[in-house]
């Protein structure tokens, strides 16, 4: 089990460190741009080249069954979880096989508002509780996956 950080934005990379750390967890922090990471044998930098989708893809092309990966993109949520992989926004939601269906349909809608000229708003900004939920979303995840391997 390894746990894959789609980081350029990633808002929980420190709390991702802690849950890995206390599992054992390897940590790949992936973005196309140098991130400053702790000094960890169990946490690795992986810069990919520049361009849309590319961290995407390598995450989604190392993804196997039980890993995790935390990721605000869905088309990327929706791979991982045709890899077997478990997805989880920074916000603690998780992406699953009941959820990603709508999730793709509504972010399609969105972008085609967008499309437009409409102004949607965007996202609301990131709270204290969003952090926590994360961290029991998390942690729930690593157990959820430690079980399946018993």
């Not at 204290?128 to 942690?139: E, I, K, N, P, V």
Request: with cysteine; hydrophobic share 40%.
């Amino acid at each position: 089990m390894r746990i894959f950080i789609d980081a350029d934005a990633c808002p929980v990379k420190d709390e991702t460190y802690k849950v890995a750390g206390r599992y054992g967890l390897k940590v790949f922090v992936v973005s196309n741009s140098f991130i400053q990471i702790p000094a960890s044998p169990l946490i690795e930098r992986r810069i990919v080249d520049a361009g849309p989708d590319v961290a995407d893809d390598w995450i989604a092309g190392e993804t196997q069954p039980g890993d995790i990966v935390v990721t605000n993109d869905i088309p990327l949520a929706d791979r991982v979880l045709k890899a077997g992989g478990a997805a989880i926004a920074p916000n603690g939601r998780a992406f699953t096989a009941d959820s990603i269906g709508s999730a793709l349909a509504q972010r399609s809608i969105m972008e085609h508002i967008r499309s437009t000229g409409e102004i949607t708003g965007g996202p609301r900004p990131f709270a204290g509780a969003d952090r926590s939920r994360f961290l029991q979303a998390l942690d729930e995840a690593v157990n959820r996956e430690r079980r399946k391997r018993r």
